[in-house]
């Protein structure tokens, strides 16, 4: 038996491509490593050191939607937490986002709901399982979004197509009730 098998690789890619795809940024590289071990056996992880950084790597993707959930600390240098929040929730408004942080200001909280229409907001220490089950539940959460928003618009383009078959099919049935309408006339003037 051969120890190097290449059908194990494209396997293991495949199988890496169809976990949903995660963002952390924090500037504490620690904080993010402990989290790419928590969370990386579930999902792909992208990486940023501070809010510009994620920024600059979400504008430079080809489809930054395919991030369905972010996790941010909140003091960072050059751009807080609820500022790089609130700069993406445009771009990408479906995208679950949580903050996670060691500071707990009742206004960034207010900020970070009303601004950056938050997920979640967590406290550091936290709990890992608390943590990993937030993540999970968010991640449901998106991809169940965008399953009823590709659900309707499957249901419109539906509706769409069966009043455009119904418009044919009664301009049929007008034109085939004038045509015995005219016969009708005809055959009563002769």
Same mark, same amino acid.
């Given at each position: 038996?051969?120890?190097?098998?290449?059908?194990?690789?494209?396997?293991?890619?495949?199988?890496?491509?169809?976990?949903?795809?995660?963002?952390?940024?924090?500037?504490?590289?620690?904080?993010?490593?402990?989290?790419?071990?928590?969370?990386?056996?579930?999902?792909?992880?992208?990486?940023? =050191?501070?809010?510009?950084?994620?920024?600059?790597?979400?504008?430079?993707?080809?489809?930054?939607?395919?991030?369905?959930?972010?996790?941010?600390?909140?003091?960072?240098?050059?751009?807080?937490? $609820?500022?790089?929040?609130?700069?993406?929730?445009?771009?990408?408004?479906? +995208?679950?986002?949580?903050?996670? +942080?060691?500071?707990?200001? /009742?206004? $960034?909280?207010?900020?970070?709901?009303?601004?950056?229409?938050?997920?979640?907001?967590? /406290?550091?220490?936290?709990?890992? $399982?608390? =943590?990993?089950?937030?993540?999970?539940?968010?991640?449901?959460?998106?991809?169940?979004?965008?399953?009823? $928003?590709?659900?309707?618009?499957?249901?419109?383009?539906?509706?769409?197509?069966? +009043?455009?078959?119904?418009?044919?099919?009664?301009?049929?049935?007008?034109?085939?009730? +004038?045509?015995?309408?005219?016969?009708?006339? /005809?055959?009563?003037?002769?």
């Amino acid at each position: 038996m051969s120890v190097f098998n290449i059908k194990n690789i494209k396997e293991e890619s495949k199988a890496e491509a169809d976990k949903p795809l995660i963002m952390l940024v924090d500037d504490e590289v620690e904080n993010i490593n402990v989290l790419k071990q928590l969370l990386e056996s579930h999902f792909q992880i992208i990486t940023g =050191l501070n809010g510009a950084e994620a920024i600059e790597l979400i504008d430079n993707m080809v489809d930054p939607t395919k991030i369905q959930l972010i996790i941010t600390d909140q003091r960072m240098p050059m751009v807080t937490g $609820v500022e790089f929040l609130e700069q993406i929730v445009d771009r990408m408004p479906d +995208t679950i986002r949580i903050i996670l +942080t060691g500071y707990s200001d /009742t206004q $960034v909280i207010i900020d970070a709901i009303n601004k950056a229409r938050l997920y979640k907001f967590m /406290t550091k220490p936290f709990d890992p $399982v608390e =943590l990993s089950l937030t993540v999970k539940r968010g991640v449901e959460a998106y991809q169940m979004r965008k399953a009823l $928003v590709d659900y309707a618009a499957n249901l419109e383009r539906l509706v769409e197509e069966r +009043t455009v078959e119904l418009n044919q099919k009664n301009e049929a049935l007008n034109e085939a009730l +004038t045509s015995l309408e005219q016969l009708s006339l /005809t055959d009563q003037l002769t």
